[in-house]
């Protein structure tokens, strides 16, 4: 199971930090990610941790956001900054690209302009 928190209402140009914290090991899995998704649009994937320590991230946050993970903490971290009223969404966490965990509830992040 995994749990996203740290969402919250920000002015644009601010900054948040999201975790996501799972319930059981993440040190097997290759790829943890973010993903977000306004309501009545399809989910789209954020960013990605791997294991190795890659990260990649999608071309509208290059620069502003931030993907990390600690294994020994089960937890996946999304640092953003500059946020923009682009970035509201709700934002979830899962593998990938399988998505091998429920959605769960997200955690939603509100930017006004």
């Known amino acids: 199971q995994l749990q996203a928190s740290g969402g919250g209402l920000v002015q644009a140009g601010g900054s948040l930090r999201l975790s996501c914290a799972a319930s059981g090991s993440i040190s097997s899995i290759s790829y943890m990610a973010w993903y977000r998704q306004v309501p009545g649009t399809q989910r789209e994937w954020v960013a990605t941790?791997?294991?190795?320590?890659?990260?990649y991230l999608r071309e509208s946050v290059m620069g502003r956001f931030t993907v990390s993970r600690d294994n020994a903490k089960n937890t996946l971290y999304l640092q953003m900054n500059s946020l923009k009223p682009e970035d509201t969404a709700v934002y979830y966490c899962?593998?990938?690209?399988?998505?091998?965990?429920?959605w769960g509830r997200g955690t939603l992040v509100t930017v006004s302009s």
């Open positions: 941790a791997s294991n190795n320590g890659d990260t």
């Open positions: 899962n593998t990938y690209p399988d998505y091998d965990y429920s």
